[in-house]
């Protein structure tokens, strides 16, 4: 049976604003070097899109009453817009290979709002290309962050090298049956096509009056044929922005949004994102359908609406889905600052859109 919300599900522990404030520290580190280097200012993590797409999300009808909660409590179709970005804080070249998220943000959302939303009507959804966080709590990744921080600056001549090496060090893994999120973290994630992977919410948040997990796959057979499929980005700076500009600009897609109830609090923890929660447990059940149209896949001028002018958090939305544990927790304040930043260095408030 799936497990009741109650705030006993998150610990807060002592030393957490510490871990918090270092983290917010190390975020605006990257951004301070990035601005300098580029004289304009971009996200701290996930700085390149290579896809801003517009469609409409559609909650399913007939969903049981433990699925039929928040924003999906009711059949209903909301606009959406979706981010398609790699991780690191630089804008690199695609030959440097790393791994891939997915921003979504539902408009139009009514209901009980989370702190600092209040005045909003969207639902954003903050996902990666990986089950699990690659850091069981904050302060392990603050540590790591602190690296990142200082590496922002690296030359890519030699961040291409690496990747070179860490992707053929994964496809070893790969061969004998294994993966390894530590190799495709660092630069050694396979040369494939950003749509055809599936993402996650990495961690849970309140599903209503439940906790889930989220995650958004390809269900049309056109994206599902791109899982694996390989992209060659030599000489291709922006390989996987053209991809997805030659795929939109002859068809839609279709994806399918799932959740994963919270069911067992022994081998379902809240506090470590790095633990898979047992499928076999809890699967995950479609609860809405994104469906995007053909349309242009990225250009400048959605680049300036969507990558300058907007900002995805988990924090923007409903108090139905508040997101859990520390590793959310700390998104808030390091969030928050990285749009403050990117705002007055650029001279472009962001907001968040009443209507797609």
Same mark, same amino acid.
């Given at each position: 049976?799936?497990?009741r919300?109650?705030?006993?599900?998150?610990q807060?522990?002592?030393d957490?604003a510490?871990?918090?404030?270092?983290?917010?520290?190390?975020?605006r580190k990257?951004?301070? /070097?990035?601005?300098e280097?580029?004289?304009?200012?971009?996200r701290?993590?996930h700085?390149?899109?290579?896809?801003l797409?517009?469609?409409?999300?559609r909650?399913?009808?007939?969903?049981?009453?433990?699925?039929?909660?928040?924003?999906f409590?009711?059949?209903?179709?909301y606009p959406?817009?979706?981010?398609?970005?790699?991780?690191?804080?630089?804008?690199?070249?695609?030959?440097?290979t790393?791994?891939?998220?997915?921003?979504v943000?539902?408009?139009?959302v009514?209901?009980?709002?989370?702190?600092?939303?209040?005045?909003?009507?969207?639902?954003?959804?903050?996902?990666?290309?990986?089950?699990?966080?690659?850091?069981?709590?904050?302060?392990?990744?603050?540590?790591?962050?602190?690296?990142?921080?200082r590496?922002?600056? /690296?030359?890519?001549a030699l961040?291409?090298?690496?990747?070179?090496?860490?992707?053929?060090?994964?496809?070893v893994?790969?061969t004998?049956?294994?993966?390894?999120?530590?190799l495709?973290?660092?630069?050694?994630h396979?040369?494939?096509?950003?749509?055809?992977e599936t993402?996650w919410?990495?961690?849970p948040?309140?599903?209503?009056?439940y906790?889930a997990?989220?995650?958004?796959?390809?269900?049309?057979?056109a994206?599902?044929?791109?899982?694996?499929a390989?992209v060659?980005?030599?000489?291709?700076?922006?390989?996987?922005?053209?991809?997805?500009?030659?795929?939109f600009?002859?068809?839609?897609?279709?994806?399918?949004?799932?959740?994963?109830?919270?069911?067992?609090?022994?081998?379902m923890?809240?506090?470590?994102?790095?633990?898979?929660?047992?499928?076999e447990?809890?699967p995950?059940?479609?609860v809405?359908?994104?469906?995007?149209?053909?349309q242009?896949?990225?250009?400048?001028e959605?680049?300036r609406?969507i990558?300058?002018a907007?900002?995805?958090?988990?924090?923007h939305g409903?108090e139905?889905?508040?997101p859990?544990g520390?590793?959310?927790r700390?998104?808030?304040?390091?969030?928050?600052d990285?749009?403050?930043?990117?705002?007055?260095?650029n001279g472009?408030?962001?907001h968040?859109?009443?209507?797609?």
């Amino acid at each position: 049976m799936p497990v009741r919300y109650d705030p006993s599900l998150e610990q807060v522990q002592p030393d957490e604003a510490e871990t918090i404030a270092r983290i917010v520290g190390s975020l605006r580190k990257i951004s301070e /070097t990035t601005f300098e280097d580029y004289g304009h200012a971009v996200r701290s993590v996930h700085a390149k899109s290579h896809g801003l797409l517009k469609g409409t999300l559609r909650v399913l009808d007939h969903l049981p009453p433990t699925l039929a909660q928040g924003l999906f409590a009711r059949p209903a179709e909301y606009p959406v817009v979706l981010r398609f970005s790699t991780n690191p804080g630089d804008v690199l070249d695609d030959s440097i290979t790393v791994p891939r998220g997915l921003a979504v943000k539902v408009i139009g959302v009514e209901g009980e709002r989370l702190p600092g939303s209040e005045a909003d009507t969207t639902q954003d959804f903050v996902m990666a290309n990986a089950p699990v966080f690659a850091a069981p709590d904050a302060k392990t990744f603050a540590g790591s962050l602190k690296l990142l921080a200082r590496t922002t600056d /690296t030359p890519q001549a030699l961040k291409k090298v690496v990747s070179a090496v860490l992707r053929g060090a994964e496809t070893v893994v790969e061969t004998f049956g294994g993966e390894s999120a530590t190799l495709k973290s660092m630069g050694g994630h396979p040369s494939t096509h950003i749509l055809g992977e599936t993402f996650w919410s990495q961690a849970p948040l309140r599903h209503g009056e439940y906790v889930a997990k989220y995650s958004i796959a390809p269900l049309s057979p056109a994206l599902q044929a791109l899982k694996d499929a390989r992209v060659e980005t030599s000489g291709r700076p922006d390989a996987l922005r053209e991809e997805v500009r030659a795929f939109f600009r002859e068809q839609g897609g279709e994806w399918e949004l799932r959740a994963q109830l919270l069911t067992n609090r022994e081998t379902m923890p809240v506090e470590d994102a790095s633990v898979a929660w047992p499928e076999e447990e809890s699967p995950y059940i479609p609860v809405a359908r994104i469906l995007l149209p053909p349309q242009s896949g990225w250009d400048a001028e959605r680049s300036r609406e969507i990558d300058d002018a907007m900002a995805f958090s988990p924090w923007h939305g409903l108090e139905a889905h508040r997101p859990l544990g520390n590793i959310m927790r700390a998104r808030r304040p390091a969030y928050e600052d990285s749009a403050r930043f990117r705002g007055t260095r650029n001279g472009c408030p962001i907001h968040e859109p009443r209507h797609g």
